[in-house]
């Protein structure tokens, strides 16, 4: 009996390519956002128009940050090896760990631990607080007086019926925290996009991705750039510049 | 006078977030599909209402296309690094050369050049064909008779408003083929692609980009499977199983 | 003041490079062998006769075991993108997580965490195994009878004089665990490197990165056989034509 | 008729592993160079002693080059994921692309192409000069007067009696160059590495995979750096200072 390897994405025959169950052609080209289709394959269901709302305006939301370690990444990967667009986004993408794009996965593993208690929030969020030393999803270098992003996450999730016990939680969270420390952490992007991406059914193990692809996007803009106005081999030569031998012993 | 790094792209401050010049949080969320940001992010300018149509049926059409080998080089690495989904993924992106998502910007290049030749498209088709033994962008080792991607491919950009030169001497280019060869090789999903793409106003240097922020998303939903249902650890298996070793003597 | 980047490692000027405080082209190629220059990289001092050994035969232990996911990932990086070689290198390194060369760490830090306490190897090893279901660095998938490189690493410890306590942990680790609970589990090749990398001073947290030099070999052998013998497309024509399209509800 | 997958690398069973045709643990641990096995792997035999001292120079010469642009894209890739470092390295593996690494190979490829010609190298040096704008392996950014590296590779080759066509045309063609355009450009160190693997028998199109296995040795040694006295954060925090936002339009 020969191996069999079951999916239940794409398939393709001498005339048709599926997709989700789904002629890719005929059924999905023009009829369905990228958005739509980047939930639906990891979901296997399409989104509600609500959900299609609040998941696009996540996606835009993890985008891009600016010329952060792993956009940096990129550009100087992009200097080395021109000729190759998909390493340079390979790199970028490999700085998706758990410094920066992970909290968007932390915020919601640590949300969907607390609420596995059948408790109501505000007790939950005051043992949270108690039991964990550094809460993900709260504080931001940056943004020390609240991440411009977090209100309108919880505008949108209300608007399109979407916020759940994640969103819900991480709100007592951080309401606890203050009151428990007398310190005011305001709710980061990254932890109320992954509450949010929990709140429309994805499993903690797989958010950090939708980062991934959302930044995949943003990488490209900044390769894009790095091509029409390079800044790779300027950083290289300031670094080189100011490159200092130490002797070790 | 100290080094400065400029940027059309993103910049942050303690209260605001500015993505392209404008406020992330209140004039992109919720105000912009992520498709649109993605060509916005390289265009620097928003897409029309067609643009927007057609561009996302590119990105939809090249997602994914099943158990493909950078899809499998994904799911292995997987298998070996279960904890690093950024690491899957980057295998994944780093399998978007020259043999298989590459055609996309070939055919976009090959057609960019001959437009240079400010002549009818049907000189340049038969010149081209004539100069080139391998046409990129035509033919498919699956779909002999015709990728199912390419006619809705057109209709779209007659729909659109974006049929441009690229998909008009791609068009053109086909039946110079057909007709100087005798054989007849079909328009493919990534040739068609990338010459709307070119249509769409990208350059070629970029497009190949484009297949990789799709794919990204493909990407993902395949990573997903795979820690649904995996086939990493069957596929090793299946080779170690037939693995045979010949003395290179 | 402006910024300064310290750096023990490599710096040039017009007339000289120097590469750990030594003049690279005079004091060091044709001086040291490689893999003696890549234990000076991290630990900042040359290794001994007897710990450049030990080392090297660590190195040429670890550096390929046959067609691994992660071999299979990097030769189907170059399937799809041949013009890349380090794209398919850096596949196959994405794969050196930690579900197989992780287990190099693994056991390092294990033993590490054991040794703090100041108490004989046999009374830790009992309290090691009682504490954890599973130790990284005991059995293997198919060297089930023990792994033949474990007691040639012991041997060439013995011989170089480099036999240090994390290897004597790890020996009675596996006579504790056979006691404790009557199963006869080899130390695998994995974790008496882990342990010897150890034993040759390095910190568990840079260990799993010899793993990675070494295999980088390793896989340049594969990558040359892709190229000379390719089985990348038979592989995914294996997959492809047992692909099964299953519904997802 | 099942499938079976070739190799003459290597192959487990229950109680051996064996390596190139030979007994891993018995006849190439402790028996072998970490090197002299990388040579091993790629050209399937086991180099003489002369070609074993030159191919470790050349390792050697090629592992580390400071805080080179693939440097810094591996640095900052620890800085936004710690946990990975497979992920650092691989970033820092795909900047071994055209610009820097990629010399050696483009040098071992030019020189491999005017040595088809059976015509003496002086005679083909002046065509080969008249004919290309650009030599690989002439010149260098920072070694103006000429690259240390370049006269011990030279001497190597002489002493070690791998002295071959490729390092002969080569210095033929830095002379020819000079002569024919007044300008001296030195044979930098990619240049004369790249013709001294070509000369141990090693095809073009796998040269650049030693210099990526040397790069991975200098990358570690990178990485335990950044990870002992990080720059990526201050790096980031550089550029993030000095970021000018500029209106595309």
Redesign the interface.
């Known amino acids: 009996m020969?191996?069999?390897?079951?999916?239940?994405?794409?398939?393709?025959?001498?005339?048709?390519?599926?997709?989700?169950?789904k002629?890719?052609?005929?059924e999905?080209?023009?009829e369905?956002?990228?958005?739509d289709?980047?939930f639906w394959?990891?979901a296997?269901r399409r989104p509600t128009q609500g959900e299609s709302?609040m998941f696009?305006?996540v996606?835009?939301?993890l985008?891009?940050?600016?010329?952060?370690?792993?956009v940096?990444?990129?550009r100087?990967?992009l200097?080395?090896?021109?000729?190759?667009?998909?390493?340079?986004?390979?790199?970028g993408?490999?700085?998706?760990?758990?410094?920066?794009?992970?909290v968007v996965e932390d915020a919601a593993r640590f949300l969907a631990e607390g609420l596995r208690a059948d408790e109501p929030h505000a007790e939950v969020a005051r043992a949270l607080v108690q039991r964990h030393p550094r809460i993900p999803g709260l504080g931001h270098p940056?943004?020390?007086?609240?991440d411009?992003?977090t209100?309108?996450?919880y505008a949108?999730a209300e608007e399109t019926g979407t916020l759940g016990p994640h969103l819900r939680l991480l709100r007592a969270v951080a309401a606890a925290h203050s009151e428990l420390t007398g310190r005011k952490l305001p709710i980061n992007?990254a932890g109320s996009c992954g509450a949010a991406l929990a709140d429309l059914g994805f499993d903690p193990?797989?958010i950090?991705?939708?980062a991934?692809?959302?930044r995949?996007?943003?990488l490209?803009?900044?390769?894009?750039?790095e091509?029409r106005?390079p800044?790779?081999?300027?950083?290289?030569d300031?670094?080189?510049r100011?490159?200092?031998?130490?002797?070790?012993r």
Chains 1, 2, 3, 4 share one sequence.
């Open positions: 020969p191996e069999t390897y079951r999916t239940s994405i794409g398939v393709s025959t001498l005339d048709s390519i599926r997709l989700l169950g002629d890719l052609p005929h999905l080209m023009g369905v956002s990228f958005s289709l980047a394959l990891v296997l709302r696009g305006a996606l835009v939301a985008a891009d940050h600016g010329l952060t370690p792993t940096l990444a990129a100087l990967t200097t080395s090896a021109p000729e190759s667009i998909q390493g340079a986004m390979a790199a993408i490999l700085g998706g760990g758990s410094r920066f794009l992970g940056v943004h020390k007086d609240g411009p992003r209100p309108v996450i949108l992007g193990g797989i950090r991705g939708f991934l692809v959302a995949a996007a943003g490209l803009g900044q390769i894009a750039e091509i106005d800044i790779g081999l300027r950083l290289y300031a670094v080189d100011h490159a200092q031998y130490v002797d070790p």
